[in-house]
């Protein structure tokens, strides 16, 4: 397979074509232009495939949520998005939180079109997995009993998981308890919670020498932390996701309050430019979604979480156009870094891994169509949950192709 056009790096954008192996699904050779491309690419920009590195896909050997989503639905609103590669979370109704369950678990991923990571969860009595794989603690309310109710239950916890990769998710379940008989979501898990979480998460991962990740972060008063933690050597990279840039809490009315309810809540419109900034300047890491395919009737129920996975290749079009995130900057966020993340995990016929375009590295890609707008509707997404926040928006660009290991597949 052959794709010639505009490519973009972390570092750079240049003129050029690529070859991947049709039977490895590598790249093979990036060289100059010749005329000669399998996917038509005039107005678009080549990418290295997108990597979400935090979605929950729903699918587990109980069976009992699939309702929502499987890997199969999953991976098709992946490859719609222009994502290559996903990691899934732990907060299933049977946990992978031993090798055999994740084992288990992993079986399932085989019929998805995308590559799937999986974290492992940790709960209070849980103990580090025989192979190496990424993590994921809970520190506020989740799924059956991988959470936490107090501070010194999480740090004894941690503490067995010394040198591992760890994902937090940062609410303060002291704090959330205390404000638990506010009026609104919002004030139910106010900004200090997330703010005193992230102080603990910080702490835990410099004492107990984790590879620490902080995940949908969204509030801009923890962000100094971060940096400073950074700064000081501390191994930290932090996710914020779509919704957190795009809306705010001074977005919500009666009729949309429960569709755009999510943990971490929606924070203030100065919380939001401070992410959309934080994300341009490096401070944060990732867009990562948090792909919730709740059914409407869950959602209706109060239920917390929005789907992503199908706008997430349009939702960069936005950032360029409305916030002027560069090429090179996209690339940064969507691709390389998730692709780095998810390196030491990948068996070893990915090669190089994702998030690059060079030789040696996996052959999948994202072409962005910057002049072709995509109107979202409930008939356009591919989740199985069959709905989007983005209802009734417009991006100024969409996905033209997804390249999955050689294989295209155009969007119409």
């Known amino acids: 397979m052959r794709i010639e056009g505009t490519l973009v790096s972390a570092e750079k954008t240049w003129e050029g074509a690529v070859e991947i192996d049709d ?10 232009k010749t005329g000669q491309s399998d996917v038509e690419t ?7 495939g997108f990597g979400d590195i935090h979605i929950h896909a729903r699918e587990d050997a109980s069976g009992k949520q699939m309702y929502k989503e499987d890997f199969t639905t999953a991976s098709a609103a992946a490859v719609h998005g222009g994502v290559v590669q996903v990691a899934d979370m732990p907060n299933n109704v049977i946990a992978p939180v031993n090798d055999a369950l994740y084992a288990e678990k992993e079986k399932l991923t085989a019929k998805s ?9 940790i709960g209070p009595s849980t103990q580090p997995l025989e192979r190496h794989v990424p993590y994921k ?4 309310p989740s799924v059956g009993d991988l959470f936490f109710t107090s501070a010194e239950q999480l740090e004894q916890a941690i503490a067995r998981y010394r040198g591992k990769n760890v994902s937090f998710h940062c609410e303060d379940p002291v704090i959330m308890d205390a404000h638990s008989g506010e ?3 919002e004030e139910r898990r106010p900004a200090k919670a997330e703010v005193s979480a992230t102080a603990l998460a910080l702490q835990l991962i410099e004492r107990y020498e984790l590879q620490g990740k902080l995940c949908h972060y969204s509030t801009r008063e923890g962000l100094p932390m971060i940096l400073a933690a950074k700064k000081r050597g501390v191994r930290v990279t932090a996710e914020v996701t779509p919704h957190h840039l795009f809306f705010d809490s001074s977005m ?7 569709w755009l309810q999510m943990n971490p809540p929606l924070r203030s419109s100065e919380d939001r430019v401070a992410m959309i900034e934080a994300l341009r300047n490096g401070e944060i890491d990732y867009v990562a979604t948090d792909h919730a395919p709740h059914s409407h009737e869950e959602k209706l129920k109060g239920a917390s979480g929005v789907p992503h996975l199908d706008t997430l290749g349009a939702f960069a079009t936005w950032l ?6 560069t090429a090179e900057t996209v690339c940064r966020v969507f691709a390389t870094n998730p692709g780095h993340f998810v390196r030491e995990f990948l068996p070893a016929e990915l090669g190089e891994g994702f998030g690059v375009i060079a030789p040696g590295h996996v052959g999948s890609l994202t072409v962005l169509d910057l002049k072709t707008p995509y109107a979202v509707t409930r008939e356009s997404v591919k989740t199985k949950c069959a709905w989007s926040p983005f209802e009734g928006f417009t991006f100024p660009g969409s996905v033209r192709a997804t390249v999955v290991k050689g294989k295209v597949f155009r969007n119409a």
């Open 23 to 32: 039977a490895t699904g590598l790249i093979t050779h990036v060289g100059e």
């Open 42 to 48: 005039t107005g678009c920009l080549i990418f290295p």
């Open 113 to 121: 079109t995308v590559h799937v990571t999986l974290y492992a969860g």
């Open 137 to 140: 603690a809970f520190m506020g």
């Open 183 to 185: 009026p609104t979501h």
């Open 252 to 258: 919500l009315t009666d009729e949309n309050r429960l």
């Open 320 to 325: 360029m156009q409305e916030h002027g995130f």
